[in-house]
T-cell receptor, first 111, second 111 residues
Framework: EDQVTQSPEALRLQEGESSSLNCSYT??????LFWYRQDPGKGPEFLFT???AGEEKEKERLKATLTKKESFLHITAPKPEDSATYLC????????????FGKGTTLSVSS | DAGVIQSPRHEVTEMGQEVTLRCKPI?????LFWYRQTMMRGLELLIY????????DSGMPEDRFSAKMPNASFSTLKIQPSEPRDSAVYFC?????????FGQGTRLTVV
């Protein structure tokens, strides 16, 4: 069964304290690993797509990396506004984007 | 672009009543997805359409759930009859190639 597992479930950081979120996947025929950010009461917001092992993408304080079995979302010197739930998802669909989501990591950054 | 538009934002209904959720995708997007989000199960894909045609409805939990996409700019998700366990946030998303863009969701409460 295709599955995406995220850890930890929750993470508390001090402002400026760098860390990483983990996403492990067992998805046959993976066609893209996606990261989304979700704020309370809102829909998920797209961050990154990674397609092959070794690929990296960056956006401001976030960097996503991909290996054959897992992906990491590295957060460098986080700020309180980075507080959100970060969702990882795998796409197995050849014809489009049908995502299997993990349950997310809720990040809280305090000043 | 206004993004994916869902209505209503909140819906409270009594058990046994019919509920219809609505979605307007982003213009030019050819894929549309309905997801359900709960604390226990996270984000689950219910059904998706490509060029207005349902491609995969294996995530629809029961025959009480049905979805239609009569044209490229409108889709509905109907629950009849509704039950308390259907209470969740329902998201619609659309995509053109790979990245899916989500609406703000409809929070459904069945009492």
């Amino acid at each position: 069964e295709d599955q995406v597992t995220q850890s930890p479930e929750a993470l508390r950081l001090q402002e400026g304290e760098s860390s990483s979120l983990n996403c492990s996947y067992t998805v046959s025929g993976l066609r893209g690993l996606f990261w989304y950010r979700q704020d309370p009461g809102k829909g998920p917001e797209f961050l990154f797509t990674l397609y092959s092992a070794g690929e990296e993408k960056e956006k401001e304080r976030l960097k996503a990396t991909l290996t054959k079995k897992e992906s990491f979302l590295h957060i460098t010197a986080p700020k309180p506004e980075d507080s959100a739930t970060y969702l990882c998802a795998g796409n197995t669909n050849q014809a489009g984007t049908a995502l299997i989501f993990g349950k997310g990591t809720t990040l809280s950054v305090s000043s | 672009d206004a993004g994916v538009i869902q209505s209503p934002r909140h819906e409270v209904t009594e058990m046994g009543q019919e509920v219809t959720l609505r979605c307007k995708p982003i213009s030019g997007h050819n894929s549309l997805f309905w997801y359900r989000q709960t604390m226990m199960r996270g984000l689950e894909l219910l059904i998706y359409f490509n060029n207005n045609v349902p491609i995969d409805d294996s995530g629809m939990p029961e025959d009480r759930f049905s979805a239609k996409m009569p044209n490229a700019s409108f889709s509905t998700l109907k629950i009849q009859p509704s039950e308390p366990r259907d209470s969740a946030v329902y998201f619609c998303a659309s995509s053109r190639q790979t990245e899916a863009f989500f609406g703000q969701g409809t929070r459904l409460t069945v009492v």
